[in-house]
């Protein structure tokens, strides 16, 4: 009986919060029997039960199941909507303490201002060496338009970097950026990974020898060039729902040698050397 109502909640969810044709991906507690343990309780009296935080995908993704019918829009005629704000005090605590001193939980709360609803849509580590465990994502919400007694669809992506404690893994940042809907049809290259990479590699710093293939996996762009410094470099791209195509790494690859990460920014590198001399 369990396992059966589980399936009609999740089919539920995605027939009535779901436009886009992914996968929504923060599932995991699709009834109110986790979040009754904590409806009375405020953020200081919250602990996160230690399996909600062994790896750091199941973290993230535990974090945003929380969140999913966390709402902050003010009320609205129909009633209470999902698990209204019970959900936010137990989501900030998935907070690293560090990150809960720049960020108050009332500030917290009100940056979900507006938001009835969260369906995590995209979820992919980045190899980030240097900055430790980061992921990119990508979630579908349900605002409420000011003003009006109507809903519509926002898309947002960003990054988010963990850390380790002794009580698990613990998000000790978080980025969020708007999409836009206008801006890619209309203008131009910088929106596309394989402009950016011919732009950028190729015209600005002359370094591109040829480009491969474009290799996709879903969401996810691969882009190769061999440079004219006899190394392979790959650019790897996340595909947003707008149609963007945004950076989140580079390889380098020279002769025999394994792929090292790199971080190269051909702004500085390339455009004002340029203008410089």
Not at 107 to 126: A, E, M, N, P, W
Not at 185 to 210: F, M, R, S, T
Request: hydrophobic content about 30%; charged content about 25%.
């Amino acid at each position: 009986m369990f396992r059966q109502n589980q399936k009609e909640i999740k089919s539920y969810h995605q027939k009535y919060f779901r436009p886009s044709c992914l996968r929504a991906l923060n599932l995991r507690f699709s009834t109110w029997d986790f979040f009754a343990a904590f409806y009375d309780k405020t953020h200081d009296q919250i602990k996160i039960p230690p399996q909600l935080t062994i790896t750091p995908e199941d973290t993230v993704l535990n974090y945003f199941s929380i969140l999913r019918e966390a709402e902050n829009m003010g009320g609205r005629s129909c009633g209470t909507i999902g698990q209204a704000k019970i959900p936010f005090p137990i989501a900030y605590n998935f907070l690293s303490r560090e990150y809960q001193n720049k960020l108050s939980y009332e500030g917290y709360v009100q940056s979900f201002s507006g938001i009835g609803h969260t369906s995590l849509i995209k979820l992919c580590r980045v190899p980030d060496g240097k900055r430790g465990i980061r992921f990119f994502y990508e979630i579908e919400t349900i605002v409420g338009a000011k003003g009006k007694n109507a809903e519509y669809f926002g898309y947002s992506y960003g990054f988010i970097s963990l850390v380790h404690g002794e009580e698990g893994f613990r998000i000790s940042e978080i980025g969020k950026i708007d999409e836009d809907f206008l801006c890619a049809p209309y203008h131009g290259w910088d929106q596309d990974g394989e402009a950016v990479v011919e732009v950028k590699y190729g015209h600005w710093c002359n370094l591109i020898q040829h480009i491969y293939p474009t290799v996709r996996n879903e969401y996810i762009k691969n882009i190769y060039f061999h440079g004219k410094d006899g190394a392979d470099y790959c650019f790897i791209f996340a595909v947003l729902s707008n149609g963007t195509d945004i950076e989140i790494a580079q390889f380098r690859k020279g002769g025999n040698d394994e792929w090292k990460q790199v971080d190269r920014k051909p702004e500085e590198e390339c455009v004002r050397n340029n203008e410089t001399h």
